[in-house]
């Protein structure tokens, strides 16, 4: 990030709105094209008001939608080749079981996109994995390849590679203004910067940076309660950091989806999060409530009753996060409809991080004109009736 006495420059080729992790990779492409790219933070780093804080998320082979999975093998080829390019270690594979009853379409899909026909029944899993209990009739499909990233080591790391290669970090400086044309003009706090291409990456903040250009997308923020869970008896319940990571699909107890990690950011505690949260306002996201008033943790302490036994039922750290969603929880990476100089990337609905290094290569491409490496026809803007808004 620029130093204060560093002259401070106010033309490049691209300028990219956002650095977390969404928008840290696309710079990084850029950067890596020899692009003179300029990505502006309106936070101080390091920071945990978006979306890309925190120490561990998934990372998975499996998907239901086909369209994730044909993305994973170059994502977890990008991601090793982060770790190469920084002597850092990003990735612990722990592996992953995904959880619901037989039959269920999504449960079928992931076994389908993993190509393995072994699913354990509550009595295999137990014995694989002695922390769980499934519900008797109820099935899991093992992803061997999944694992655990370390989210704020993986967004230093890529800030700091694309720093390497001649990129311009600006945090502190919250965007005021952006002005479309051939050249799009920028205003932040602290200067005007021009450039002939423009990413937007900003997470819960998009919506309203969108609607300057015209556009309503649908992007609801939600504040998402993240919860750590103590084991009963330290060392007992078989959930220690080399257990499996764990999600559900189609499970009556959890509609919304639960996931959970095992205990690599807090010792003896286990990450265990519900798929859904509260509509929120971004800017107003730090005030985190009493576990009293979060309907999310009863969901939460029934589930842990039953599936994961040798846990405490109530919280011992709560956090927060923000989602931003779309209403079928897919990316937008298009181009603006009316000005194709500036590209967005958003909604990516609590799980984009895993597949952050495609999504940054995918908007790297549109930004330079250059046919995407893969079919875009899920993440188009125009899937959403009535998106251009106020007129310019």
Not at 145 to 162: K, P
Not at 291 to 312: K, N, Q, R, T
Request: aromatic residues 8%; hydrophobic residues 35%; glycine residues 10%.
């Amino acid at each position: 990030m620029a130093a204060p006495s560093q002259p401070q420059k106010s033309t490049y080729d691209v300028i990219v709105i956002g650095a977390g992790i969404q928008g840290s990779f696309t710079a990084y492409h850029l950067a890596q094209r020899h692009k003179d790219t300029l990505l502006l933070e309106q936070f101080l780093l390091p920071h945990s008001r978006g979306s890309s804080h925190g120490q561990s998320r998934i990372i998975r082979s499996a998907y239901p939608q086909e369209y994730y999975c044909r993305m994973m093998p170059d994502c977890f080829r990008l991601w090793q080749q982060l770790e190469a390019e920084t002597g850092t270690t990003l990735y612990r594979q722990t592996g992953l079981v995904v959880l619901g009853p037989p039959g269920e379409p999504e449960l079928e899909a992931c076994r389908r996109s993993l190509g393995v026909d072994e699913v354990l029944d509550a009595a295999a899993l137990s014995r694989r994995f002695p922390g769980f209990r499934l519900q008797a009739g109820q099935v899991a499909v093992l992803d061997s390849t999944a694992g655990v990233l370390f989210a704020d080591r993986a967004l230093r790391a890529v800030q700091e590679v694309f720093r390497r290669h001649g990129g311009t970090l600006r945090d502190g400086e919250k965007v005021l203004s952006i002005q479309p044309g051939a050249t799009v003009t920028v205003t932040t706090t602290a200067g005007v910067y021009k450039a002939p291409r423009l990413i937007i990456t900003a997470g819960a903040w998009t919506g309203a940076f969108v609607e300057q250009l015209g556009l309503r997308l649908p992007l609801q923020p939600l504040r998402i309660d993240v919860c750590y869970w103590r084991e009963k008896q330290p060392g007992s319940a078989g959930l220690g950091s080399v257990s499996p990571c764990f999600l559900t699909l189609g499970l009556s107890q959890a509609p919304h989806g639960i996931y959970g990690l095992p205990s690599i950011e807090y010792p003896g505690l286990m990450k265990v999060c519900h798929h859904h949260g509260s509509p929120t306002d971004p800017e107003k996201r730090d005030q985190v409530p009493s576990s009293a008033s979060c309907p999310d943790i009863a969901v939460l302490s029934s589930f842990i009753s039953s599936y994961l036994p040798g846990l405490e039922t109530q919280p011992a750290v709560m956090e927060t996060c923000l989602y931003t969603n779309t209403p079928d929880e897919d990316f937008i990476l298009d181009r603006h409809p009316k000005f194709s100089n500036i590209v967005i990337g958003a909604g990516f609905s609590g799980h984009g991080f895993k597949l952050a290094p495609v999504v940054g290569k995918l908007l790297c491409e549109l930004s330079l004109g250059e046919e995407p490496s893969y079919n875009m026809a899920h993440f188009a803007i125009t899937r959403f009736p009535g998106v251009l808004g106020a007129a310019q």
